[in-house]
């Protein structure tokens, strides 16, 4: 299968690209570094050592596997680099990486928020034109997001939602709520996507994906050149990868605020699992299908606790600071969302359990000369704004505050 | 009232300004002329003739009234045009119809579509981070449409829909099946906004606007410089306003494909009316409020024939030649869309009739030798990539063609 990765230089496209041509599929990677020159710029950057360039990575690989992974380096909002792409390399799936995954980088300022809207929103629509243009038969593998859907209080379902109102029927989107500017822009792509299936009859998978975490795959342990990248800052690390680097390097876990919020989340090698799942399974004609891309519900706060555990094991000890919450959120809610569509297609799921914490640890100390701690505490707020007083709320506004839901 | 018009030199942004000037308001207007560049760039334009700029219309109102608008020419995804706006005319609120309204531009090829919801997107962000900057209590009154919606097989509700599912309760966004990728744009916008008021407190309310027909206002009629423009093209002009044109013109009536598509209506002074009262009744701190803005539902039929009555009145003989429909849509289906709200906050509608049409056949008629025909006969094509062929697409795809439901 001819398989084109956007991203393809990423936390998760570069191992998916090596997972992928391992499996025997023609694997083509699209990326501009646009993650490595916004880090370059705040003076952070990956834990990991990684290549310099995608050059180098596909080089290193080939070296390895005899195996050819072929690169184009350019920004997907450049129509000219896009084109080009889907013309040299015409593919059977696109899997979409290709964006700013950052809530905290949205929420910074104007200028990071229209960014990561300009840049997610425009890519993603070259790439329906380009498809609808060049490959109207492929099928679209785009990551979303879980925070897409925020924390409603209903049962989440994947992606659809049959509503009876007033003695009649329908299956219409599920609502969202979501959670920052960067969320919003996965919004915007699957309300694009969904049109441009429903009306060009284009395929695609909306991935909504709960929280990676993980360092290490079956490829990325063959040489050392081809490690990906391992982000444990506020910005933009997640929430299992940063406590454990702050485990690590004897900083306390910092959940935010009461650490109650619940959230889905699944092991890397579930990640290139559920996009191959999807890749061999492509959505008909005119579908635009939506899976619930996690394996386990945990709230910060027994992830923290989990990493504590770990680390006594180890002979780490590990303290909780809870800090004050810097996003808005609720902080008490129900959450149950379905997960069901990529078991159904053969998903085996890597559930979470100290052992994997633990091998973290290991990678992690490897590395502990390369943590810069500045980076670690929150320092982005979702109030960048005047504050709203509770007496200004309007009793929906409210209600989240009033009703700590706890099931 | 401190009043900032976005887009306002537009159809509905130019005469909104002056009724509301007319009432007392302090009006500030920005527009960059974008419709004039695009119409200038096709080589159409308005049916009326409207003052060539900002100035001029400004100049004339002034004489005639002895009131005052400010002007800013600039391009709202500009931040320093916004900034400068904000700082020098703290507002209020802000009517925000400074984007771009048409669907057929947004489907007629990737560049028109990525420049409509770039505008559209970004140009709203940077307001909604001025507002949170600069007048984080002003109240946002954004002109949305009743095409966010599409033809779900439900009861429309005004916004936010109340849903049990699975033994439990919420209320969330109405779902939205958008039309056009221009629909889509203002679903980004919806969703952005809805997001900035419950982060960050602010006070909005979303106009989903019906289809508006109509010429002239209180304000237009009192001086030819103060008219509005009028667009009767396949891409510009809605509905009614081109039946009405193409009426006089001696031009058949082209409803597209059945005709049987049903919408939501109004008359252009019942939209004045709207944002006032908006105006007036401000949204609360932290309350996403959505009102569908339209007075009546009919059919495209429906509103052939009204025109055709009213042209036998007035001794003109029109014809009725449906085309092929060149959108991608549902011709029979359900539609039930409420709008309570503005007229709890006590709007009384215009309601259309054959007088208001054979009035808009009078002011076309003193116009009529600066209709351009070639651009009246539908060009813009929905379907401009691979047609999708019946028997690839999936059940739920099939259903809108198999369940014309017609209540």
Same mark, same amino acid.
């Given at each position: 299968m001819k398989i084109l990765i956007l991203g393809g230089d990423g936390y998760l496209g570069w191992p998916t690209a090596m997972y992928?041509?391992?499996?025997?599929?023609?694997?083509?990677?699209?990326?501009?570094?646009?993650?490595?020159?916004?880090?370059?710029?705040?003076?952070?950057?990956?834990?990991?050592?990684?290549?310099?360039?995608?050059?180098?990575?596909?080089?290193?690989?080939?070296?390895?596997?005899?195996?050819?992974?072929?690169?184009?380096?350019?920004?997907?909002?450049?129509?000219?680099?896009?084109?080009?792409?889907?013309?040299? &390399?015409?593919?059977?799936?696109?899997?979409?990486?290709?964006?700013?995954?950052?809530?905290?980088?949205?929420?910074?300022? $104007?200028?990071?928020?229209v960014l990561t809207q300009y840049n997610n929103v425009i890519n993603t629509l070259n790439v329906i034109w380009a498809m609808n243009e060049f490959a109207p038969d492929a099928h679209l593998v785009k990551l979303g997001t879980m925070g897409e859907y925020?924390?409603?209080?209903?049962?989440?379902?994947?992606?659809?939602?049959?509503?009876?109102?007033?003695?009649?029927?329908?299956? +219409?989107?599920?609502?969202?709520?979501?959670?920052? &500017?960067?969320?919003?822009?996965?919004?915007?792509?699957?309300?694009?996507i969904e049109f441009a299936c429903r009306v060009w009859g284009m395929r695609a998978t909306d991935l909504n994906q709960g929280v990676v975490y993980g360092i290490e795959t079956e490829e990325t342990r063959l040489d050392?050149?081809?490690?990906?990248?391992?982000?444990?800052?506020?910005?933009w690390g997640t929430a299992l990868n940063r406590f454990c680097a702050q485990a690590v390097i004897g900083h306390p876990l910092t959940p935010y605020g009461s650490g109650e919020q619940c959230r889905g989340f699944l092991n890397i090698l579930d990640t290139l699992r559920c996009v191959e799942l999807s890749c061999l399974n492509p959505a008909d004609r005119g579908e635009f299908r939506v899976f619930n891309q996690?394996?386990?519900? &945990?709230?910060?706060?027994? +992830?923290?606790?989990?990493?504590?555990?770990?680390?006594?094991?180890?002979?780490?000890?590990?303290?909780?600071?809870?800090?004050?919450?810097?996003?808005?959120?609720?902080?008490?809610?129900?959450?149950?969302?379905?997960?069901?569509?990529?078991?159904?297609?053969?998903?085996?799921?890597?559930l979470l359990s100290e052992t994997l914490v633990e091998h973290m640890f290991d990678v992690i100390s490897a590395n502990r000369d390369r943590v810069r701690t500045?980076?670690?505490?929150?320092?982005?707020?979702? $109030?960048?704004? $005047?504050?709203?007083?509770?007496?200004?709320?309007?009793? $929906?506004?409210?209600?989240?505050?009033?009703?700590?839901?706890?099931?």
């Open positions: 992928l041509s391992n499996r025997g599929h023609d694997v083509h990677v699209v990326d501009n570094y646009l993650r490595r020159k916004v880090h370059a710029e705040a003076g952070s950057g990956s834990l990991t050592v990684i290549a310099p360039d995608l050059a180098t990575r596909v080089g290193a690989w080939r070296e390895v596997t005899g195996k050819t992974i072929t690169v184009t380096e350019g920004d997907l909002t450049e129509w000219s680099v896009v084109e080009q792409a889907f013309r040299e &390399f015409p593919p059977d799936a696109i899997i979409h990486y290709g964006e700013i995954p950052a809530a905290p980088y949205s929420m910074k300022d $104007r200028r990071r928020c925020g924390t409603p209080n209903i049962d989440i379902e994947e992606g659809w939602l049959e509503i009876d109102h007033n003695g009649r029927h329908d299956r +219409l989107p599920f609502p969202k709520l979501p959670a920052s &500017f960067y969320h919003c822009s996965k919004v915007h792509d699957s309300t694009n050392a050149r081809l490690a990906t990248r391992f982000d444990y800052d506020e910005i996690f394996t386990e519900q &945990f709230t910060i706060n027994q +992830l923290a606790e989990l990493v504590q555990r770990a680390g006594k094991e180890c002979g780490i000890d590990v303290a909780i600071n809870p800090v004050a919450n810097p996003r808005v959120e609720k902080e008490g809610h129900y959450y149950n969302a379905k997960h069901t569509r990529l078991l159904d297609l053969g998903l085996e799921p890597h500045e980076h670690i505490m929150p320092r982005t707020t979702w $109030r960048s704004g $005047r504050m709203i007083r509770a007496d200004e709320m309007t009793p $929906r506004q409210a209600r989240p505050v009033d009703e700590l839901v706890r099931d």
